[in-house]
């Protein structure tokens, strides 16, 4: 009994410690974003949400929306993509931006992900613009079978978050 809480409570430190973030590109739809703000939450990794979004993401709507996860994630909020651009330079963290697209090249599985890392998603209903994809340090694609032509955001950041935390001895 004892031993089963120790392991828990390191288990949470563990998660707290994660240098790894994700960036929503002004999502389109509140359940998604609830989905993996409770991802953020439960692997403690940092949430940006970039708007503008197609809802309102303040406090009280993500709460409304059933967010209950709410108060266990470190989210930030952009009220533009410039503003974010503008946060991130002021930080010296070396992170990279790496954008999931199903315009990549690059298989999520042959890139070298870094623990201070950002996963940027794109929005539900159109991905990205040119200049945020030309922004992007790397893009990389989680393959689809042929015909079919995207996941789920959610689903999209959790395997590409699930491969980066592996790779990074994070997880
Ligand atoms: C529903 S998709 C957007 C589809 C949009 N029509 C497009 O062409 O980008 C929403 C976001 O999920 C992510 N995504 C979905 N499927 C993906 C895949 N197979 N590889 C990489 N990212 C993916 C991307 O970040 C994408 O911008």
Not at 38 to 66: E, K, N, T, Y
Not at 112 to 133: K, M
Request: glycine share 8%; proline share 4%.
């Amino acid at each position: 009994m004892m031993r089963r809480h120790t392991t828990f409570q390191l288990t949470l430190v563990e998660a707290e410690a994660k240098p790894m973030k994700i960036a929503l590109y002004q999502p389109d739809i509140p359940q998604n974003t609830g989905t993996m703000l409770r991802m953020c939450a439960c692997l403690g990794i940092q949430a940006h949400v970039i708007g503008p979004a197609g809802f309102d993401f303040s406090d009280r709507a993500l709460r409304r929306a059933g967010l209950d996860y709410l108060a266990h994630v470190d989210l930030a909020r952009h009220a533009s993509w410039s503003d974010y651009l503008a946060e991130r330079s002021a930080k010296t963290d070396g992170g990279r931006l790496v954008l999931l697209t199903t315009h990549a090249e690059l298989r999520y599985t042959d890139f070298r992900f870094a623990a201070a890392d950002t996963l940027l998603l794109g929005r539900e209903s159109a991905g990205v613009p040119d200049d945020v994809h030309a922004t992007a340090d790397a893009r990389i694609r989680i393959p689809v079978r042929t015909g079919l032509r995207s996941l789920n955001v959610a689903v999209a950041a959790a395997i590409a978050t699930g491969e980066a935390l592996r790779q990074t001895g994070a997880l």
